[in-house]
C-alpha cells in the first residue's frame, strides 16, 4: 500500500452567483495511475459530459471525499472578520487536511505568493502531512486533478438546483454571462434569492444595483 495522498481544489471562487465548493479527494499513491488510465486530467480541460462520466469513477478510486460548501453569505461576511477569500480558502483547506489526515497534501493555491499561503495556511493544522502549496496544482498533480473535477461537477449540479428552484435560467454564474447578469438583476426584486444565492460583495452585483437605482430615479 502506497502513501495516502490528498489533493485539494475548488471550483467557483469567481462567481457572482451560487457556492464555492472545495473539495479534498484523498487516494492511495498506488491508486494514482488508475486516475490516469482513466483519463483524469484538469477539470477545466474536460468538457461536462466528460466530468460527469469520470465523476463515479474518482469516487470509487478514492479512499475519502470531503466536500466544503461556501455560501454566498459566508463569502460576503469575510470582510467582517477581517479576512479575504484567500485567508478563507486556506482555513477551509486547513479543515479538510485535518479531518483527512493524508500523508502528503497537494494544494492548488490561489495566492501567486505560494509560500505566504503556505505559512498561513499552516496555523491552523494540528496534522502536518508533507504539505505542498503549488499554483496550477490541477494541472501538474492527478489528485488535484481529481479533486478539481469533483468540484467542478458538485457547483454545476448547485447551479441546475437553483435554476430548478428559482424557476429561470441562471446561466453559468459568472459575470461575464449576459444570462447570469439578467438573473441578477431580477434578484434585486426578491429578497430570499438576494440573500440565498448572490455574492453581494462582487462589484458585478454593486454596479448592477447602481444602475436599477440610477435607472429607477430616471423614471420619476
Known amino acids: 500500500m502506497g502513501k495516502l495522498v490528498l489533493g485539494i481544489d475548488e471550483s467557483g471562487r469567481g462567481p457572482v452567483v451560487g457556492d464555492m465548493v472545495i473539495v479534498g479527494a ?14 483524469v486530467k484538469d477539470s477545466k480541460l474536460l468538457s461536462a459530459k466528460r466530468r460527469e ?7 470509487n478510486i478514492a479512499k475519502k471525499i470531503k466536500v466544503v460548501s461556501i455560501p454566498p453569505q459566508e463569502i460576503d461576511q469575510r470582510f467582517a472578520v ?13 479543515e479538510i487536511v485535518n479531518e483527512l489526515r493524508p500523508e502528503i497534501a497537494i494544494i492548488d493555491t490561489p495566492s501567486a505568493n505560494t509560500e505566504n499561503f503556505k505559512r498561513y495556511l499552516s496555523q491552523f493544522l ?24 469533483v468540484a467542478k461537477v458538485l457547483r454545476d ?15 453559468i454564474g459568472y459575470p461575464s454571462d449576459p444570462v447570469t447578469l439578467g438573473f441578477v438583476e431580477k434578484a434585486l ?30 423614471d420619476f
Open 53 to 59: 462520466e469520470l465523476y463515479p469513477h474518482i469516487l
Open 126 to 149: 494540528d496534522h502536518f502531512p508533507v504539505l505542498n502549496c503549488e499554483n496550477y496544482a490541477d494541472k501538474n498533480h492527478v489528485s488535484v486533478s481529481a479533486a478539481s473535477i
Open 26 to 39: 484523498m487516494f492511495d499513491k498506488d491508486d494514482e495511475e488508475k486516475l490516469k488510465r482513466i483519463g
Open 157 to 171: 449540479s448547485k447551479i441546475r438546483d437553483i435554476e430548478i428552484e428559482v424557476g429561470m435560467p441562471i446561466g
Open 82 to 94: 477581517n479576512s479575504n477569500l484567500n485567508n478563507m480558502e486556506a482555513v477551509k483547506f486547513a
Open 189 to 218: 426584486d426578491n429578497k430570499e434569492w438576494l440573500k440565498k444565492y448572490i455574492r453581494k460583495s462582487w462589484l458585478t452585483f454593486q454596479r448592477i444595483k447602481e444602475e436599477k437605482e440610477q435607472k429607477r430615479l430616471g
